[in-house]
């Protein structure tokens, strides 16, 4: 069953007297208990993405069209006291530097209680206190480091810190946004498994929001690229990474290097991402594709279906599917 | 493999220690007792975490921080008895890229007034004509082309991997015979980084340079470098070729480093590193060896030896009493 439903979703912000559209026209859902990659680079609309799953779009950002719907109820026009319960409560989400914004002269321990208590007053001041050593003990944090300061604490402990408290209301659906793009490998590492053994112990839904290839193919059962606002390729991870179908993923990982792959294997895509505000007619990514077709220059690609799971935007495939279909 | 080839720089014992505010506490030892050559022609990549000594230790091979002890040596002569004249030379040849190309550059001026400033410092090119054709070529070189038309640019016109270009540009426009690159793609979106780190060997190649490469990212490394240093709270753990480092770890903490790398491949998942805990705060080191507290090979003895470089193959090095025992098994399959 799919828990999170984005159907059509599209998100402009305006600056200036100009409008942006960073979420054009998305569509996927993320199945109960899966873990879900989102990759793309700056500007991709990924992070926007995370922003409105969560209501918390900047003020001028809004949705302009299609739905999300989260466990079957439709998000878009509830009231910010609505709003309140749902963050937190049903969704919880994790970002890099989550603990940046604790108090610096509060223990730890103290500032997860309040939170608790937000969501639950009924624990009182000592029943919150008791949960609080119970999240942080569950985020592995060792209990002698528990009444620390947050400037106390290192950066592993620190975004251990910050999944506690996305935890905090009991969420079954965490958002992580870049949560280990700041560490170095082995914590990064340490708190992936961490993610893993979190999902499994509680059953939890994940969206994990990354440019990192390595880390979705360590973590993530689904993948969703996105390009310059929308989502080009989609599938399991083994399909995207063993048999990908837009040209963009295939350069995309083609970027990455590969030890197995032997040294100076790795090629860029020239150019850089689109700007948004005036985006590529045709297909977003064909100044930088390297099958790019006469087509693509005009007409937007439409979607071209793989098997059950896998699907792309691109004209390359709109043959193959017109002859499947015959 | 230019190993037989003579060192550019050659660092001994170096020392850089830093003053805490707080009088009578111990001074931070950013880099202690580092010796390293860089040889004539070659792509070293100096790794390690923050807070591992390895921009501290760059900084010093350009003379830019104050040496606590030791010494750094260029083309043979040590840096302290350079002359006015000679500084001023050895500046010219020995230059920087850094992170952020977005903070290095004035945005109120044009590329052309960005990547012609080192010349007009160091005094080079009597013509305006003369100017402009050394930085027309740098520009070319660094694939901003046509270069008279980047040149009236300014920043806010490129993008990220383009800045990026320009600071490289500036860098190579005085044809320095050293380029030291700290963390240059890391600010950077994948799908550009290749190409930026391509650039690099490419103009290491066609200007005869030596490059050193810091990074906290040893893919990255491995993509650039001919040999590979790793580092770790001030001091050189391991040492070796590109594919003695990654393939062969012979340091627990290399080991760790590499294993903990997340590869682009579904079916590689989940050998999680045995390694415990964060880098050790620097202001306290650990007795004996540095990683001990974390090591998940550390014996007794550990927390009392200190351990030196050692070799284990024709330049392969590593830190580690247990070098003889241990058999690490290769985390990747190559």
Redesign the interface.
């Known amino acids: 069953m799919s828990l999170v439903r984005i159907d059509d979703l599209s998100i402009d912000y305006r600056r200036a007297g100009k409008t942006i559209r960073a979420v054009n026209e998305l569509t996927f859902s993320v199945e109960e208990g899966s873990i879900v990659g989102l990759v793309g680079?700056?500007g991709s609309g990924k992070s926007t993405l995370a922003l409105s799953l969560m209501g918390l779009l900047p003020r001028n950002g809004s949705v302009t069209g299609g739905s999300i719907l989260f466990e079957g109820r439709e998000m878009q026009g509830l009231s910010e006291d609505d709003w309140r319960t749902v963050r937190g409560h049903d969704m919880g989400m994790v970002f890099q530097g989550a603990m940046n914004s604790l108090n610096p002269v509060k223990r730890v321990r103290d500032q997860v209680a309040e939170t608790v208590r937000t969501h639950e007053p009924e624990l009182g001041k000592d029943g919150s206190i008791d949960r609080s050593h119970e999240l942080l003990n569950l985020v592995g944090i060792p209990s002698d480091r528990h009444e620390a300061y947050p400037h106390e604490w290192?950066?592993?402990?620190r975004q251990r810190g910050g999944i506690a408290l996305a935890l905090s209301g009991r969420p079954n659906f965490l958002i992580a946004d870049e949560p280990v793009t700041a560490l170095?490998?082995?914590?990064?590492?340490?708190i992936?498994?961490l993610l893993e053994d979190l999902q499994e112990a509680l059953g939890l839904t994940i969206l994990f929001i990354t440019?990192?290839?390595?880390?979705?193919?360590?973590l993530c059962d689904r993948v969703v690229v996105m390009y310059a606002a929308q989502a080009v390729e989609e599938g399991t991870?083994?399909e995207i990474?063993?048999s990908p179908k837009h040209p963009y993923t295939k350069?995309?990982?083609g970027?990455?290097?590969?030890?197995?792959k032997?040294?100076?294997k790795?090629?860029?895509?020239?150019g850089?991402?689109p700007s948004l505000i005036n985006p590529p007619q045709g297909c977003r990514f064909h100044p930088r594709c390297p099958d790019a077709m006469d087509i693509c220059t005009r007409e937007d690609p439409y979607q071209t279906t793989f098997s059950s799971s896998q699907r792309a935007m691109c004209h390359l495939y709109d043959r193959q599917e017109a002859d499947d279909a015959e | 493999m230019p190993s037989n080839s003579p060192a550019i720089a050659s660092i001994r014992d170096l020392n850089v220690h830093f003053k805490r505010r707080r009088r009578l506490a111990e001074p931070v030892r950013a880099v202690d007792g580092v010796d390293l050559d860089i040889f004539k022609g070659e792509t070293l990549a100096i790794v390690g975490?923050?807070g591992s000594g390895k921009t501290t230790l760059v900084r010093a091979i350009g003379h830019l921080v104050p040496i606590t002890f030791g010494s750094v040596a260029f083309g043979g002569t040590d840096l302290e008895n350079l002359k006015r004249a000679e500084l001023r030379a050895f500046r010219r040849k020995v230059q920087y890229v850094f992170q952020d190309p977005f903070e290095s550059f004035d945005r109120r001026q044009s590329i052309f007034q960005i990547v012609s400033q080192p010349l007009r410092v160091h005094n080079i090119g009597s013509t305006r004509a003369e100017i402009q054709s050394r930085v027309y070529e740098a520009l070319e070189e660094c694939g901003l082309e046509p270069a008279h038309e980047f040149a009236k640019l300014f920043p806010h016109q490129l993008?990220?991997?383009?800045r990026q270009r320009v600071s490289i540009a500036s860098a190579i426009v005085l044809r320095p015979d050293l380029l030291i690159a700290d963390e240059p793609v890391s600010m950077l979106?994948?799908?550009?980084?290749?190409?930026?780190l391509?650039l690099f060997?490419r103009l290491r190649e066609s200007r005869n340079m030596t490059l050193v490469f810091v990074t906290?990212?040893?893919?990255?490394a491995?993509?650039v470098a001919d040999r590979i240093v790793v580092m770790y709270l001030g001091k050189i753990v391991e040492q070796g070729t590109?594919h003695q480092l990654?393939?062969n770890p012979a340091n627990p903490y290399t080991h760790?480093?590499v294993?903990?790398?997340?590869?682009?491949?579904?079916s590689?998942?989940?050998i999680?590193?045995a390694?415990k805990?964060?880098?050790a705060?620097i202001k306290g080191i650990p007795s004996g060896c540095r990683f001990h507290p974390r090591c998940p090979y550390a014996i007794e003895k550990c927390s009392v030896a200190v351990p030196a470089l050692a070799p284990i193959q024709a330049g392969h090095f590593s830190a580690c009493i247990r070098n003889d025992e241990l058999d690490l098994e290769p985390p990747?399959?190559?």
């Open positions: 680079e700056s290192s950066g592993g402990m170095d490998v082995i914590v990064q590492a340490r992936l498994r440019h990192d290839l390595g880390v979705v193919a360590r991870v083994e990474f063993q350069a995309l990982l970027s990455v290097p590969n030890f197995a032997g040294r100076g790795s090629h860029g895509i020239s850089s991402p | 975490e923050s993008s990220g991997g383009q979106d994948v799908s550009v980084r290749s190409e930026i391509s060997v906290h990212d040893l893919s990255v491995w993509e590109a990654i393939g760790a480093l294993t903990a790398i997340p590869v682009p491949d579904p590689q998942r989940g999680d590193p390694v805990g964060d880098i705060d990747h399959h190559m």
